[in-house]
């Protein structure tokens, strides 16, 4: 009875304080944009239900590199800001790609608390930007998903279809995961759910997946089934011993991902 009990109240105080478990953002605001990335700047994007959310947008340095002519829409994992992107953003601006760096509603100085439905009316309106503001083409919009913003891009890719889309890490859903943390926990629970491998197999767009083989938060077999269930999968990256938030996951084998889906695209 006691350890019924315990799993009781255990389960009772995910139910409380599950979204404190699932988001984990920097809300300090970031510097200026220019300050941390040349060229770079600071835009205000305006969400449907009214709230005003920071980002940064980073052109292209190098007019002639690869991803040239495509514009990377960039949706976060759960943690930290837009200032822990700006060493990826700089190595696709290097690369030829524009990047919009989103922070979600509570994350990097921006109003609001994070849930499932809030950020993905954040992405929505980070590409009614991109099209309205930039005059980005849809044909040459990238959708880029990290962690927790796989679930993000996959339902912003769902309704409004990219080019092609990169998740970094990406999980079956939300549930898998917390099994796989919480094995004696009610995961059925949960209000925010991320079902990203059921969207990624109704959405007929290339894909391209990137994962680390040594990852203890998502683990890898999660990341496999979801490239499994992709109808339209352009490469599948496996990278050997890496982490969740090493460092090749912000670097080279993310960009050269992108580029390569890029040129799968432009072809």
């Given at each position: 009875?006691?350890?019924?009990?315990?799993?009781?109240v255990a389960?009772?105080?995910l139910?409380?304080?599950?979204?404190?478990l699932?988001y984990?953002?920097?809300?300090?605001?970031?510097p200026?944009?220019?300050e941390v990335?040349?060229g770079a700047?600071?835009v205000?994007?305006?969400?449907?239900?009214?709230l005003?959310?920071?980002?940064?947008?980073?052109?292209?340095?190098?007019p002639?590199g690869?991803?040239?002519?495509?514009t990377?829409?960039?949706?976060?994992?759960?943690?930290?800001?837009?200032?822990?992107?700006?060493?990826?953003a700089a190595?696709l601006?290097m690369?030829?790609?524009?990047?919009?760096?989103?922070?979600?509603?509570?994350?990097?100085?921006?109003?609001?608390?994070p849930?499932?439905?809030?950020?993905?009316?954040?992405?929505?309106?980070?590409r009614?930007?991109?099209?309205?503001?930039?005059a980005?083409?849809?044909?040459?919009?990238?959708?880029?998903?990290?962690?927790?913003?796989?679930?993000v891009a996959?339902?912003?890719?769902?309704?409004?279809?990219?080019?092609?889309?990169?998740?970094?890490?990406?999980?079956?859903?939300l549930?898998a995961?917390?099994?796989h943390?919480?094995?004696?926990l009610?995961?059925?629970?949960?209000?925010?759910?991320?079902p990203?491998?059921?969207?990624?197999?109704?959405?007929?767009?290339?894909?391209?997946?990137v994962?680390?083989t040594?990852?203890?938060?998502?683990?890898p077999?999660?990341?496999?089934?979801?490239?499994?269930?992709?109808?339209h999968?352009?490469e599948?990256?496996?990278?050997?011993g890496?982490?969740?938030?090493?460092?090749?996951m912000?670097?080279?084998p993310?960009?050269d991902?992108?580029?390569?889906?890029a040129?799968?695209?432009?072809?």
């Amino acid at each position: 009875m006691a350890v019924v009990a315990l799993v009781a109240v255990a389960g009772l105080a995910l139910w409380a304080g599950q979204r404190r478990l699932i988001y984990l953002p920097d809300a300090s605001p970031p510097p200026p944009a220019a300050e941390v990335l040349p060229g770079a700047r600071d835009v205000r994007l305006t969400t449907s239900d009214g709230l005003e959310l920071g980002a940064w947008f980073v052109p292209a340095t190098d007019p002639t590199g690869p991803g040239t002519g495509f514009t990377v829409l960039f949706a976060p994992g759960n943690g930290g800001n837009r200032l822990d992107r700006a060493p990826l953003a700089a190595a696709l601006s290097m690369a030829g790609f524009a990047t919009l760096l989103v922070d979600y509603r509570g994350y990097g100085g921006n109003p609001g608390r994070p849930t499932e439905a809030g950020v993905a009316l954040d992405v929505r309106a980070a590409r009614q930007f991109l099209l309205a503001d930039e005059a980005v083409p849809p044909d040459r919009l990238l959708y880029l998903g990290e962690s927790l913003g796989t679930g993000v891009a996959v339902e912003l890719a769902a309704e409004y279809p990219p080019a092609g889309l990169l998740l970094r890490s990406p999980f079956v859903d939300l549930p898998a995961v917390a099994r796989h943390h919480y094995p004696l926990l009610p995961t059925a629970l949960l209000w925010d759910r991320f079902p990203v491998a059921a969207t990624v197999a109704r959405i007929g767009i290339p894909v391209t997946v990137v994962y680390g083989t040594a990852d203890t938060i998502v683990p890898p077999a999660q990341s496999e089934r979801v490239a499994a269930a992709a109808p339209h999968l352009v490469e599948r990256v496996v990278l050997p011993g890496v982490e969740h938030n090493d460092p090749p996951m912000f670097g080279r084998p993310v960009v050269d991902a992108l580029i390569r889906l890029a040129a799968a695209v432009r072809s």
